[in-house]
């Protein structure tokens, strides 16, 4: 059986984490694995003392990328999604050109799938999500944060995705979506590459 990477890549609280949960649920929790790219860096922040704010981890990725090369986290992705086992490999998510084209040159089959909604909606999920830093920002400051370099390429690398899920709707609305992706686009892709989904 083959093995199918699904690449994300999105603005802040578009809901890619909620696109994994319904992948999982649809393909089998023990049949999916997730790489995240921000789970990496805020654990690496941590580790230097830093508060995992998305400035601080902006910082980091920029300082790192000066002392190891801007592949220094593609590479890292790269090993993991190569090493995985399981018919689906998630790797969230893309924010750099270099992620782009390290998913497009795996010897895997792969889907890039950019899951967007309005800031809008994003800045009200930011105030509701407890995370470190997030739910204090003003609309504002949520907006500069947009501009952050490692923000700045997603809206480009989103407009070469090979699909695009809007997912500012209703939480109704958005489960729907998440589902009807899984049953129909994400079975057609799994079938082209004969990846066994559930």
């Given at each position: 059986m083959g093995q199918l990477v699904i690449a994300l890549v999105g603005p802040q609280l578009a809901g890619k984490g909620k696109l994994v949960g319904a992948i999982e649920d649809w393909c089998g929790r023990e049949r999916v694995i997730r790489h995240c790219t921000g789970d990496?860096?805020?654990?690496?922040?941590?580790?230097?003392?830093l508060e995992p704010t998305r400035p601080n981890c902006d910082q980091l990725v920029r300082d790192l990328s000066s002392e190891h090369g801007e592949c220094f986290l593609a590479d890292a992705i790269r090993t993991n999604l190569l090493a995985a086992s399981t018919p689906v490999v998630?790797?969230?998510?893309?924010r750099q050109l270099?992620?782009?084209?390290?998913?497009?040159?795996?010897p895997l089959q792969h889907l890039r799938v950019y899951v967007t909604a309005?800031?809008?909606?994003?800045?009200?999920?930011?105030l509701a999500r407890q995370r470190t830093g997030e739910h204090q920002l003003s609309w504002k400051e949520?907006?500069?944060h947009e501009k952050?370099?490692?923000?700045?390429?997603i809206s480009l690398i989103g407009d070469r995705a090979n699909d695009v899920l809007d997912n500012g709707g209703s939480d109704n609305e958005n489960d729907t979506m998440r589902q009807e992706f899984c049953q129909r686009r994400l079975r057609k892709y799994a079938r082209q590459c004969a990846v066994d989904m559930a």
């Amino acid at each position: 059986m083959g093995q199918l990477v699904i690449a994300l890549v999105g603005p802040q609280l578009a809901g890619k984490g909620k696109l994994v949960g319904a992948i999982e649920d649809w393909c089998g929790r023990e049949r999916v694995i997730r790489h995240c790219t921000g789970d990496i860096i805020r654990q690496m922040a941590r580790d230097r003392g830093l508060e995992p704010t998305r400035p601080n981890c902006d910082q980091l990725v920029r300082d790192l990328s000066s002392e190891h090369g801007e592949c220094f986290l593609a590479d890292a992705i790269r090993t993991n999604l190569l090493a995985a086992s399981t018919p689906v490999v998630i790797f969230d998510s893309m924010r750099q050109l270099v992620d782009e084209q390290m998913v497009i040159r795996l010897p895997l089959q792969h889907l890039r799938v950019y899951v967007t909604a309005p800031p809008e909606v994003r800045y009200q999920r930011a105030l509701a999500r407890q995370r470190t830093g997030e739910h204090q920002l003003s609309w504002k400051e949520f907006q500069s944060h947009e501009k952050l370099p490692m923000e700045r390429l997603i809206s480009l690398i989103g407009d070469r995705a090979n699909d695009v899920l809007d997912n500012g709707g209703s939480d109704n609305e958005n489960d729907t979506m998440r589902q009807e992706f899984c049953q129909r686009r994400l079975r057609k892709y799994a079938r082209q590459c004969a990846v066994d989904m559930a």
